[in-house]
């Protein structure tokens, strides 16, 4: 990763500055290498801080990564000549990626504009989405582990992130539920009236405290609703004829240090949220495989396999990683206390 | 894209909406209108799913609306710095925002600052001007 946020004065370089209709400027500085600079806005013309931009070589694939300061400037210096994209890659929408090119020892301008005020709110603004997502400092450490050896899985953690997840691939009722949920403006995903959005284990959003005992893995889940899940690690299977449920049955057994989370028993109702923005809709055959893993003291990973033969071709997996929350506690949320959106929520 | 056997293979497809941790910003919420308001803080309400707060706006002929505008939950704010005191009512204030599409008297906040300058929920002042009043 190379940045550094700042400022480029153009007084400096002693030349003026020639800006191009879409408002890259070019300007030739002194450094051999060439950089890329600009300001962070959003769709109202406000500086954007604390915001990460990218700047990927198209040729090498070599990433960049800078981040916006508290004016909303950014810099990338010392780049090699070469075509570059530039994007906000937090942003879930809005903010094309800009293609340019950087030649030798020339200073590139370039301003971003980011056109998505659903990230605007206080309290929900970019800056809480991307430190929602972002890394966490973490302590140090080996994992702990129970007086039987397994890895102690107890503790807060912070939301997970997506760090890998494979493509999708939906049967055409599942690609026409979709497409009707976006041109609806996702009007009525459950979290609005207060009911479970998300079948993962860890909710996607909120904290999740695990408390492991060695016959039991409970998660207490901040989330919109509710929301606490069982694991039985005793042995018992699924039990026959369940009536489905939101968050499904839960089976778990060790192999190694992995816990292997089998469940079963959804009711098909809420969405798949947990990998937002995508989302999807899911069948009462949905069965998920969940692989818990705490590879050190500050880190929760887990990989769940969707597989749904209703929705979905072929199973899929998503791996998330959580940091440890040291001195976090999960809150209480009673969404149905005052709950105003839900007749004011419009489709097309 | 399609394959052949016509699947669709799905990627970002729903990446308009849904940013809020309860429901899409886009469904309630007019994106691409910034309004600003000026008014006095009559109600304070730090409580889920989202906290609100609401003003008396009054308009060039003298009439009073009351206004309602949400924020993000109490959890996300207190987690943030902010606390159930940081507005408080008898406040003046001028609030950026995006209006409700069904033109309900609610908006989303964007920005609250108060007569002084300093901005709400922030730990520096700002002197950022308002947009142009819009009442309704």
Not at chain 2, 24 to 52: I, L, Q, Y
Request: proline share 6%; charged share 20%; net charge negative.
């Amino acid at each position: 990763m190379r940045y550094k946020p700042g400022i480029i004065s153009f007084v400096s370089f002693g030349k003026i500055a020639i800006c191009t209709l879409l408002a890259a400027c070019f300007a030739f500085p002194q450094s051999n290498g060439g950089s890329i600079t600009g300001k962070v806005t959003d769709q109202d013309g406000a500086a954007v801080s604390g915001i990460s931009i990218q700047a990927k070589d198209t040729s090498t694939g070599t990433i960049y990564k800078a981040t916006s300061s508290g004016s909303g400037d950014y810099k990338f210096d010392a780049l090699a000549a070469g075509s570059y994209q530039v994007s906000l890659p937090t942003l879930v929408v809005g903010a094309p990626p800009q293609n340019v090119v950087v030649q030798v020892g020339q200073a590139l301008h370039l301003d971003l504009r980011a056109r998505d005020a659903s990230l605007n709110t206080l309290g929900e603004d970019r800056s809480f989405f991307a430190a929602r997502v972002a890394p966490h400092p973490t302590p140090k450490g080996p994992a702990p582990r129970t007086p039987e050896g397994r890895p102690d899985l107890s503790g807060t953690w912070w939301a997970p992130r997506i760090v890998a997840r494979e493509e999708v691939s939906v049967l055409p009722w599942a690609a026409a539920v979709i497409r009707e949920w976006a041109a609806n403006n996702a009007k009525d995903i459950p979290s609005a009236r207060c009911l479970p959005s998300g079948v993962a284990l860890l909710h996607y959003f909120g904290l999740n405290k695990l408390v492991q005992t060695p016959t039991l893995l409970v998660n207490i889940g901040e989330a919109d609703v509710a929301s606490s899940r069982q694991v039985f690690l005793d042995g018992r299977g699924h039990p026959k004829d369940m009536d489905p449920t939101w968050r499904g049955h839960s089976v778990g057994k060790w192999e190694g240090d992995t816990l292997i989370v089998d469940t079963n028993g959804f009711n098909g109702k809420s969405w798949i949220a947990d990998t937002i923005p995508a989302v999807f809709p899911y069948t009462d055959k949905l069965h998920l495989t969940t692989r818990l893993r705490r590879p050190d003291l500050g880190h929760l990973e887990m990989e769940v396999t969707f597989d749904d033969p209703g929705t979905f071709t072929k199973s899929w997996t998503m791996k998330t990683v959580s940091d440890l929350a040291e001195g976090e506690e999960v809150q209480e949320i009673i969404c149905t206390e005052n709950n105003q959106d839900v007749e004011h929520l419009v489709g097309k | 894209m399609k394959t052949k056997a016509g699947f669709l293979i799905v990627g970002f497809l729903l990446s308009v909406v849904v940013a809020s941790a309860h429901h899409a910003f886009n469904a309630e919420f007019d994106g691409s209108k910034v309004m600003s308001w000026v008014g006095t803080v009559t109600k304070v309400e730090w409580t889920n799913p989202h906290a609100r707060f609401y003003i008396d706006v009054k308009d060039a002929s003298g009439a009073v609306t009351n206004w309602n505008f949400e924020m993000g939950s109490p959890v996300q704010l207190r987690r943030q710095g902010w606390t159930r005191d940081s507005l408080k009512v008898g406040d003046q204030i001028t609030v950026d925002g995006y209006p409700a599409k069904d033109g309900a008297k609610m908006a989303s906040a964007k920005k609250v600052i108060l007569a002084d300058g300093h901005s709400v929920f922030s730990e520096t002042p700002t002197d950022a001007q308002p947009a142009d009043s819009n009442h309704q």
